[in-house]
């Protein structure tokens, strides 16, 4: 990802009333943002093989360029693919992590867009960024965001632990509780729902969720999901 290339100028982000009253992707952006630059390029992430650089490419390409994405299942279109990531990565860092800020163009830019495809996604490469680090500790998040978070995790839970072998509750500390897959036997896993969110996108390693339930049907689970 960080082959020979040109630069990239990034347009400066001007203030708007979104960002004086931000939603929570946009908050995470500027976060995921404000982290990057505060450990670097070449940074750890949670993203197995990817330092913090790669991560950024990958988020600047997400937003804008449809085309690269495409080259990952198109063959005629490998080869812009790599041209295009190699520009990217070859970038100086911090116009790589203003593209990344100002985010996407288009209809993807609408707060209403920007809150269903953006909301999930960078809190999770927030923390990709975040526990990689020595020093991590899980972040006190707003009670809204926490209730957007748990929403998220009770409709992905039913992709993430589809194939689990057993059923799966997911619990919180405060008492809500989601049934995400039916079995017979069944475990639960609890954590707050950003913990639970990480959970479920493979974050295993870091995220703090506890499992309970029958010794088998836990070995089962555990089997499926290795930490």
Known sequence: MRGPGGTIGVM???PTASNRHPSDARRERDGLCD???????????????????????????????????????????????????????????????ERVRNGPHGPLKLPALDSLTNS????????????????????????AQRAALWRTVKVLGRVAY???????????????????????????????????LLHAFGRRSRANVRVDGAPAAVQRFREAFPV
Do not use: Y
């Open 162 to 196: 589809r194939r689990a072998g057993v059923g799966v509750v997911l619990v919180t500390p405060q008492g809500p509780r989601a049934v995400v897959k039916q079995g017979a036997d069944s475990v639960a896993l609890t954590g707050d729902p950003a913990e639970l």
């Open 35 to 97: 982290s990057a630059s505060r450990v670097g390029p070449d940074a750890p992430t949670l993203c197995a093989g990817w330092d913090v650089r790669d991560l950024m490419v990958h988020l600047a390409v997400r937003d804008n360029r449809p085309d690269v994405v495409l080259g990952e299942a198109v063959p005629p279109l490998r080869g812009h693919r790599e041209r295009v990531l190699s520009e990217l990565g070859a970038a100086p860092f911090e116009d790589l992590v």
């Open 120 to 143: 999930a996604e960078f809190f999770v490469h927030h923390e990709d960024i975040l526990r990689a680090q020595d020093d991590w500790a899980p972040r006190e998040l707003p009670r």
């Open 12 to 14: 400066p982000t001007r």
